[in-house]
């Protein structure tokens, strides 16, 4: 199993938005994305690509990798997403933020959402961001059944037409991930700001996101009334570093 050096929570909770996770049966079984050691990926957060055995058959999944640039040292860009929209009042105001600092985003949406706000939805589209899938109604896929779960995505595949997808919670079976893969590129992160954490201060959570960012990131934020607090104060102060560091924040282009 994965164990830190020093036991801190802090060191797990980094490693772990540095791997994927996927279970078997009773079995969770961890790959690291990346080839740096745990403790290089838990220290920078960089996440450069991923090898699958077997089990998952080399089913595409896309972090920071050679389809989003070329080579590290000339990383330019920065990809910020936003998961779990589109949501009345929040939708509106991130929408409003990346104006005001020319970036473009990638809005992982949910199909029930768009549904219910489909204006949100084409508002989006109609101000030059890009979407992705994030399943119909937020499913966590260790809990149902390969059927159910591809369902659940199809569901929505009428409503947002993208070749994105993002697995909530990056829980997602071998079997959920090949079937997956076969239609759709698949996107984790490789800062993942915990803007959903309601035990997390805004000021924590904007230290713990700011202090990596780099040219080729990919960074997970929320577009919910849950996460709002904490996005409200995180997304205006990363993107005047994104733009400080001279890095574009761009739709995500795989």
């Known amino acids: ?9 802090d060191y797990l909770m980094r490693l772990f938005t540095a791997v994927m996770y996927v279970k078997t049966g009773d079995t969770y079984t961890y790959y690291a994305l990346g080839e740096a050691s745990y403790k ?10 991923v090898d699958f055995d077997d089990k998952v058959n080399g089913a595409g999944l896309v972090t920071v990798n ?3 640039k070329s080579h590290p040292q000339d990383y330019k860009l920065v990809a ?19 104006d ?20 949100l939805y084409e508002m989006i589209l109609e101000r030059g961001h890009k979407v992705g899938y994030h399943t119909y109604s937020h499913q966590n896929g260790w809990g149902m059944s390969l059927e159910r779960y591809i369902e659940d995505v199809d569901f929505a595949s009428d409503m947002v037409h993208s070749e994105l997808f993002r697995p909530p919670y990056a829980r997602i079976t071998p079997a959920q ?22 035990r997390l201060s805004p000021t924590a959570c904007l230290k713990g996101t700011i202090r990596d960012l780099r040219g080729g990131d990919i960074v997970s934020l929320h577009d919910s009334a849950k996460s709002f607090r904490n ?4 997304l205006p102060a990363l993107l005047r570093k994104a733009r400080e560091m001279g890095l574009e924040c761009k739709i995500l282009e795989l």
């Not at 199993?1 to 929570?9: A, H, P, R, Y």
């Not at 910020?80 to 990346?98: A, H, Q, R, S």
């Not at 991930?177 to 309601?198: E, F, G, H, P």
């Open 177 to 198: 991930l090949r079937s997956v893969a076969k239609r759709y590129r698949v996107v984790m992160w490789s800062i993942l700001s915990r803007d959903y954490n309601r």
């Open 40 to 49: 290089q990926v838990a220290a920078t957060y960089k996440v450069m690509n």
């Open 1 to 9: 199993g994965l164990t830190s050096e020093d036991g801190s929570v």
């Open 231 to 234: 996005t409200s104060y995180v």
């Open 100 to 119: 005001r600092y020319d970036a473009k985003a990638t809005f992982f949406v949910l199909g029930k959402n768009v549904e219910l706000y489909p204006d």
């Open 80 to 98: 910020f997403t936003f998961d779990d929209g589109p949501t009345p009042g929040v939708t509106e105001w991130i929408l409003n933020t990346l």
């Open 66 to 68: 050679d389809e989003w």
